[in-house]
Antibody, heavy 122, light 103 residues
Framework: EVQLVESGGGLVQPGGSLRLSCAAS????????MSWVRQAPGKGLEWVAN????????YYVDSVKGRFTISRDNAKNSLYLQMNSLRAEDTAVYYC???????????????WGQGTLVTVSS | DIQMTQSPSTLSASVGDRVTITCRAS??????LAWYQQKPGKAPKLLIY???SLESGVPSRFSGSGSGTEFTLTISSLQPDDFATYYC?????FGQGTKVEIK
């Protein structure tokens, strides 16, 4: 069974840091782009970051550039999101998702982890 | 970036109704559109990819159509398990969501 399990969320003060992890199983992790997608309380879905299979390409939404770093360890089948200089507006459930990327130009996310809640508050 | 606009934002329907949700792209995206279902407190679930391809295990009452800039998700006969929020997605952009409520 393909499975993604996030961990590492919690309560952090503004300006603080947090590292999220996502453990993958049931598929060849090193063969897929991986992504983080977040959802603020009561709001819609927002893509946060992508990383290529070998980690050579990384992309971020403008609002987190310079503060968040996506990384992966293919030997451990794990995806990470290092979040620094956290702001109240980063409060959200963060989902890890496998990105199915088609060479012709499309992509979709499947499956998704259960999510981990990050709350930025003093 | 391409903008994705869903309509309506909320939809009230009864069990057995035919339901249609629309997603419009600000420029042509060919058929590169996916649809997701999300229930409260749960992760999104992929329903449709490449505009009209049904994900394995998804009931056949769900269907997707469209190309270019206009797309639709149709539920042919709404079931109690279908009351949820639906999102379209193209590349890194999601629509704002459509909540399907019980009428």
């Amino acid at each position: 069974e393909v499975q993604l399990v996030e961990s590492g969320g919690g309560l952090v003060q503004p300006g603080g840091s947090l590292r999220l992890s996502c453990a993958a199983s049931g598929f060849t992790f090193s063969s897929y782009w991986m992504s983080w997608v977040r959802q603020a309380p009561g709001k819609g879905l927002e893509w946060v970051a992508n990383i290529k299979q070998d980690g050579s390409e990384k992309y971020y939404v403008d609002s987190v550039k310079g503060r968040f770093t996506i990384s992966r360890d293919n030997a451990k089948n794990s995806l990470y999101l290092q979040m620094n200089s956290l702001r109240a507006e980063d409060t959200a459930v963060y989902y890890c998702a496998r990105a199915v990327v088609v060479v012709a130009g499309g992509n979709w996310f499947d499956p998704w982890g259960q999510g981990t809640l990050v709350t930025v508050s003093s | 970036d391409i903008q994705m606009t869903q309509s309506p934002s909320t939809l009230s329907a009864s069990v057995g109704d035919r339901v249609t949700i629309t997603c419009r792209a600000s420029q042509s995206i060919s058929s590169w559109l996916a649809w997701y279902q999300q229930k409260p407190g749960k992760a999104p679930k992929l329903l449709i990819y490449k505009a009209s391809s049904l994900e394995s295990g998804v009931p056949s009452r769900f269907s997707g159509s469209g190309s270019g800039t206009e797309f639709t998700l149709t539920i042919s006969s709404l079931q109690p398990d279908d009351f949820a929020t639906y999102y379209c997605q193209q590349s890194r952009t999601f629509g704002q969501g459509t909540k399907v409520e019980i009428k």
